[in-house]
C-alpha cells in the first residue's frame, strides 16, 4: 500500500517532525492541531471556545486537502489541560460534525504545546479521488456491451 502526504497552507505548517496528515489507501491520518491560525502561526486570540474553534478549522482544511471532510472521521482524540472544558468541545463539535458522530477518547494532559489549551487529532476513512474514465474508453465498454446483448 502506499503512502501519500497530505499538506495544506490552510492549516498551521508542522512545527515539528511530522506532517499534517498521511493517507494509506482510504485511511486518512491527520496529526494534532492546536489552536494556531495558519496565516500567522500565532495562537488564536479568545477563550477556550476561541481555540477549541480554531482547532476544528484546521482539521477541516487537513480533511479538505485529503478529499474528505469532518463527518469522515472515524476516531478522535481530543486532548485537553483542564477537562472541564469538555463541554465546550461537545458544543462546538455538534456545530462541524454531524451524527453519527466518531469514535472519541478524551485525555486529560498536564501541558500541550505553545501553552494550548487543547489539541485534537482524528482518523478518516475516505475513498480516494478516482480517476475519470475517458469518453473513448467509456464508449468502446458501451459498444462492446451492446455487441453481447446481441448475442444473447
Do not use: W
Not at 56 to 77: H, T
Not at 85 to 91: D, G, I, M, R
Not at 92 to 104: G, S, T
Amino acid at each position: 500500500m502506499t503512502r501519500s502526504i497530505i499538506a495544506t497552507p490552510h492549516a498551521p505548517k508542522a512545527i515539528g517532525t511530522y506532517t499534517q496528515a498521511v493517507r494509506a489507501g482510504d485511511t486518512v491520518y491527520l496529526s494534532g492541531q492546536i489552536p494556531l491560525v495558519p496565516e500567522t502561526m500565532e495562537m488564536v486570540a479568545g477563550d477556550m471556545r476561541a481555540q477549541i474553534r480554531r482547532v476544528f478549522e484546521n482539521l477541516k482544511a487537513v480533511a479538505a486537502a485529503s478529499g474528505g471532510s469532518l463527518n469522515d472521521v472515524v476516531k478522535l482524540n481530543v486532548f485537553l489541560t483542564d477537562l472541564s472544558n469538555f463541554p465546550l468541545v461537545n458544543e462546538v463539535m455538534a456545530e462541524y460534525m454531524q451524527q453519527p458522530y466518531p469514535a472519541r477518547a478524551a485525555i486529560g494532559v498536564a501541558a500541550l504545546p505553545r501553552g494550548a489549551g487543547v489539541e485534537m487529532d482524528a482518523v478518516l476513512v475516505c475513498r480516494a479521488k478516482s480517476k475519470k474514465k475517458s469518453a473513448p474508453k467509456a464508449a468502446k465498454r458501451a459498444k462492446k456491451s451492446a455487441k453481447a446483448r446481441k448475442r444473447r
